[in-house]
């Protein structure tokens, strides 16, 4: 938007009286594709975005991102951080109830808190728990944590789905219903779940904020983009992400350019192809950083994205106050990749044009999910390049539940191309530190540094911006070093909705972030579904 437009908009709204003000219907039903399933409805004890997205609606935090990026309360009206920076006091809001009747209060609060440090939930977000020394709950509207250190993150992980004690306390939380049949104190409930097809969520009339405008959200489950697109043109979804080649081509035209409205930002998340440390092939770094200069990224931007997107260097988003722009970068240099991996003694000993070593080809396959075609194009561009320095590979996808559970989880995959969302705080413990390398956790390629856990450990200590963000910036630069990951590429995201749907205002947060303001006016309504 230009200054002028922005200016005329200003002038616009204040100029209109009270009455003037354009009305907002309440009602309809929104349906949005999803390439995968969620695996559970606790998202505590996932790491797949699918079950984080669609249980998200559901549960608050106890604060939450604005528009910009910046903490603001939720379940909590306000908090106060001690001077010494190891106390916070959460003053909660009142009238908060769940989905099923019973108050919302500081109990809720202390029993979230002990259940993610409870050794038998499977979670793999504990750390920033066990910083906590003491939680109570002074009263029923107070919650109150300490630390016997400063911890930098500690504000951002008050961003916890609140789950219900009254449902969850001495029970197996994977025996829970609530696996199933998510139950919180959000904007939405939960109606159905049909495994692989869709689930349904309707708006919770009591919300303490107010009701959601939309009255129903469906998300339905598509693997294949190509049959999610058939489906966004035929009306059967309001909202999907485009892949490049539908944003750039397949949407120029009259029909899209008046019944949807495209958005393009540079999203929060980055793709990469990383490797199983535990496989002796990928233990020496040459071999990893040979790998990355092997690997023509700007192609796979041109190819792939069409370059809707730009290259990725490290784990932090590019252009935000924590990303260091000057780390070790890998160009496409075959030449170089041949050299590096020379010098861990991969070499084409035979002449059958694969390299070798201690007389084992050099040959792995390469795991992702089905229904993603950036990761499927992306893994034939990387399977020719590697083809070309003596490096043969295979290519394989799963569905993505399996995917999860059978493989990452478990750690039985040679290579995986898959992707990470970055979060507003730059705090990359629960992926990089030692302490995570183990199944079930998110640090599933295995890797270890001392250096990187030092520096993951002091960073949490650190209110400071500036010191902090110095041991970020030697964070990305041993990451680059190191490439445990061949960091590719970051995206753009490429939404697109139906044009009925009015309150959609961009930020630095996407587009969502507001999800209970839109609606859509009556008469293009859609109905909504029943049970």
Request: glycine share 8%; aromatic share 12%; hydrophobic share 40%.
């Amino acid at each position: 938007m230009t200054k002028i437009t922005a200016a005329l908009v200003f002038c616009l709204f204040f100029a209109l009286a009270p009455w003037q003000a354009a009305a907002v219907d309440d009602g309809g039903s929104l349906v949005m594709g999803t390439i995968g399933d969620a695996t559970s409805m606790i998202p505590m004890i996932t790491s797949d975005s699918a079950s984080h997205e669609m249980s998200g609606l559901v549960y608050n935090g106890l604060l939450k991102y604005d528009k910009d990026l910046n903490l603001v309360g939720d379940l909590a009206q306000s908090w106060t951080v001690s001077p010494d920076g190891l106390t916070i006091t959460f003053k909660l809001r009142q009238g908060v109830r769940w989905q099923d009747g019973k108050p919302y209060t500081a109990k809720d609060a202390l029993f979230n808190w002990q259940f993610m440090v409870d050794p038998k939930t499977p979670t793999a977000y504990s750390g920033d728990y066990m910083k906590v020394t003491k939680a109570e709950a002074l009263d029923d509207h107070t919650f109150r944590v300490r630390y016997d250190e400063p911890f930098a993150p500690g504000l951002a992980s008050w961003t916890l789905s609140q789950m219900p004690r009254h449902l969850l306390e001495g029970k197996d939380v994977r025996a829970s219903e609530l696996n199933r049949h998510p139950m919180g104190t959000g904007p939405y409930e939960f109606v159905r779940w049909d495994p692989g097809a869709r689930v349904v969520l309707r708006y919770f009339k009591d919300y303490f904020m107010g009701r959601a405008h939309i009255s129903q959200v469906t998300y339905r489950v598509i693997p294949d983009m190509a049959t999610m697109f058939l489906e966004l043109k035929s009306g059967g979804l309001d909202w999907m992400g485009l892949t490049s080649l539908q944003y750039r081509r397949q949407t120029e035209t009259a029909f899209f350019k008046k019944n949807f409205v495209k958005y393009r930002y540079l999203s929060s998340s980055y793709s990469y192809l990383g490797y199983n440390l535990k496989d002796p092939r990928f233990a020496d770094k040459r071999v990893r950083q040979g790998l990355s200069y092997a690997i023509n990224k700007q192609e796979i931007i041109k190819g792939v994205l069409l370059g809707l997107g730009r290259v990725c260097t490290g784990p932090i988003k590019p252009g935000t106050y924590w990303y260091n722009p000057k780390v070790l970068h890998f160009p496409y240099d075959p030449a170089k990749a041949k050299e590096l991996l020379a010098q861990a003694g991969w070499k084409d000993r035979d002449g059958d044009g694969v390299l070798d070593k201690d007389g084992q080809p050099f040959e792995f396959t390469i795991l992702t999910n089905q229904g993603n075609s950036y990761r499927a194009n992306t893994g034939v561009i990387i399977q020719q390049r590697l083809a070309q320095i003596g490096v043969r590979v295979k290519l394989r996808t799963v569905e993505w539940a399996a995917f999860i559970k059978e493989f990452i989880n478990k750690g039985r995959f040679e290579a995986v191309l898959l992707g990470w969302t970055m979060s507003p705080d730059p705090d990359q413990f629960d992926i990089w530190h030692s302490s995570k390398a183990k199944p079930g956790q998110l640090n599933f390629t295995y890797y270890k540094n001392p250096e990187v856990d030092r520096l993951l450990t002091e960073q949490r200590r650190i209110f400071d911006r500036e010191k902090r963000r110095a041991l970020i910036f030697k964070l990305q630069e041993i990451l680059a070093e190191d490439q445990p990951y061949t960091f590719l590429y970051v995206a753009d995201a490429l939404p697109i909705l139906a044009a009925r749907i009015k309150g959609i205002t961009p930020a630095p947060a996407g587009i969502s972030y507001n999800f209970t303001d839109w609606w859509v006016p009556g008469a293009l309504q859609h109905p909504a579904l029943t049970r």
